[in-house]
């Protein structure tokens, strides 16, 4: 095997662990919708090997933060209703990523909502139409909240999906931690003009190459979501076989058997892993981008074995998303480049005092004080085709709030995914995506490397 093992076992980790179906948080049908509190905050929690690190996070209702933003589970069709309350000491939101929910609900300062204040709160409600792995953040000051920990997964729960024999969810990110766990500066300008700057503690759940238990000879869900503010991710596994059953939310009409995938940031996969026969075998989820190959987790083989068969894996019950109409489809040009002014732009919320990038040729770091105009105006109900073209040489992973779009081709890739919320662009790849406007409000299309994202990438379409 490539993979390097850790000699010692971390214990099948709570968070986010097997077994962990139907825990946490979903809505009662019938009932209306009791309001959770999700608590912005600071804390001490070991990431690195040595020392604490003062990370951001979240906890939910009245239970104290356990290190990592709990994931949120609610299901298809229900009423989700949270109050975001900010105890950090700075301003921030939280976006639902990948949820096409009212644009108010959004989480966007400045064009969807004000924002929300140290001691001040929020309510968000809201009902999910589409059941998958998604995710949470803050969109304010984006760079230094998520790179010190408040991304979080969201599930949505389907009950019509198929039943496994465990779930693990992991979320997977890199810390900029330097000496005892202190954080060091969050981006280096040289690297935010180029493929953005890594961080140098890598991590799946807050833990370095944790390992979980699950049933021998079982069929385990496996929810990855990739929230590193830059790191794209070549996932592969070792030590046993798995199909990709959705992507970014959204159910595979094949599932096929995981290769290598690249998963940017703000990009999901769930896998249907086939845990070996024997009790105790291990199987490695390892990153084999670039030549260095490195574990991101591990999971064990438990009890006796379930003799359960990756041929019996069904596709999941697709999300119903509008196809769009070609035939009176817009098309609507939207070009990815460099821009060489250096100038800072103003900003209430986080402003990196740098412009690298742009969109159609206007940068605008996405949270400045007087919103630019948005990139063009959609009709609500209308069709339209964005032809993208990335005209640098480096990978962009953009995401549009608020609507899914298919991708109906593009010059660099073969297969084309299910509907998607965040395309991974490669360089000087051009892609056409199709989509229907039937979402009305300012919706943010960015990319989801932050520097890039607050350095110039970033710009919205109004439906109306
Ligand atoms: Cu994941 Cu604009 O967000
Ligand atoms: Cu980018």
Not at 186 to 207: E, I, S
Not at 304 to 319: I, M
Not at 394 to 423: E, Y
């Amino acid at each position: 095997p490539m993979l390097s093992r850790r000699s010692f076992l971390h214990g099948s980790a709570a968070i986010g662990g097997a077994f962990a179906l139907g825990a946490g948080l979903s809505a009662r049908a019938g009932a209306a919708p009791e309001r959770q509190m999700l608590t912005a905050q600071t804390a001490e929690t070991q990431i690195a090997a040595e020392g604490t690190s003062p990370v951001m996070t979240y906890a939910l209702g009245q239970a104290p933060h356990s290190g990592m933003p709990p994931t949120l589970r609610m299901r298809k069709g229900e009423t989700f209703a949270a109050r975001l309350v900010n105890r950090l000491d700075e301003p921030t939101t939280v976006h639902w990523h990948g949820l096409r929910i009212a644009n108010a609900m959004d989480g966007v300062p400045e064009l969807t909502q004000p924002y929300v204040y140290p001691d001040d709160h929020f309510d968000y409600v809201f009902t999910p139409p589409d059941a998958g792995t998604f995710w949470y953040h803050p969109h304010c000051n984006t760079l230094t909240q998520m790179g010190r920990g408040l991304t979080g997964v969201l599930v949505v729960e389907n009950p019509e999906d198929p039943e496994f024999d465990g779930e693990i969810v992991l979320n997977l990110r890199d810390w900029r931690l330097g000496a005892g766990g202190k954080f060091i500066a969050p981006f280096k300008p040289r690297d935010a003009a180029r493929g953005g700057t890594y961080g140098t503690v890598r991590t799946a759940n807050w833990q370095r190459e944790p390992i979980y238990d699950a049933p021998a000879g079982g069929l385990v869900r496996v929810r990855i979501a990739a929230t590193d503010v830059t790191r794209i991710y070549t996932l592969g596994l070792e030590g046993a076989n798995a199909k990709v059953i959705a992507l970014d939310g959204n159910s595979v009409e094949r599932p096929f058997l995981l290769q290598r995938y690249d998963l940017g940031p703000g990009q999901r996969l769930d896998l249907v892993l086939r845990m070996p026969e024997s009790e105790g075998a291990e199987v490695t989820l390892g990153n084999f981008r670039g030549s260095q190959p490195w574990t991101i987790a591990g999971f064990r083989s438990v009890g006796a074995s379930l003799k359960r068969d990756l041929g019996d894996v069904t596709p999941l019950p697709a999300n119903t998303i509008a196809e769009a109409d070609l035939s009176t489809a817009k098309r609507i040009p939207i070009d990815l480049t460099a821009t060489a002014e250096h100038k800072s732009m103003p900003s209430i919320c986080g402003s990196l005092g740098y412009t690298f990038w742009a969109l159609n040729k206007v940068p605008w770091s996405g949270d400045t004080p007087d919103p630019i105009a948005p990139i063009e105006e959609l009709k609500l109900g209308e069709s339209y085709v964005l032809e993208i073209a990335n005209r640098t040489p480096h990978a962009h992973p953009i995401h549009l709030h608020g609507l899914s779009f298919r991708i109906l081709r593009s010059n660099k890739r073969r297969v084309l995914p299910p509907p998607t919320d965040t395309i991974l662009l490669l360089p000087d790849e051009r892609a056409e995506l199709a989509l229907v406007a039937d979402n009305a409000g300012a919706w943010v299309i960015h990319c989801h490397i932050i520097e890039h994202q607050k350095t110039g990438m970033t710009g919205y379409f109004k439906v109306v």
